[in-house]
């Protein structure tokens, strides 16, 4: 039996050098499930870097078609996790060892909540 998702590999690049990468699967399913795994070179890297990757991923056509996503970054990557937060609705955030896992609802083509803009802070 085939596997019916759909796989794609997405990089952040600073010249020749990949800086941020994620491994990107969907279901088939118009009402799926996107699952991300999102990781940045060990060192400095040029700011933005990590939300662009997000925005990247954010933006690719089978993760809007999705309505849910699955994702996993490393543990500190507050940059990553911002832009997450400001791309998707009703994300959680929890630990697992050296990374956080984030669930959360995708709007209706990928934009950010009303009322706020990519890379904005929710406040409490």
């Known amino acids: 039996m085939t596997d019916p998702r759909t796989s794609r590999y997405v990089e952040i690049k600073d010249g020749d050098q990949t800086v941020a990468a994620a491994k990107v699967t969907t279901s088939p399913d118009s009402d799926g499930t996107a699952q991300a795994s999102l990781h940045a070179a060990a060192g400095h890297i040029a700011p933005g870097s990590r939300a662009g990757l997000v925005d990247a991923v954010m933006d690719l056509p089978e993760v809007q078609a999705s309505a849910h996503l699955q994702a996993t970054v490393p543990l ?16 959680t955030t929890r630990p697992a060892g050296a990374t956080a896992l984030v669930d959360a609802k995708i709007p209706a083509g990928g934009e950010p909540e009303p009322g706020r803009e990519p890379g904005e802070t929710p406040t409490a």
């Open 76 to 91: 500190g990557d507050t940059e990553s996790l911002e832009r997450l937060r400001a791309r998707t609705r009703d994300s």
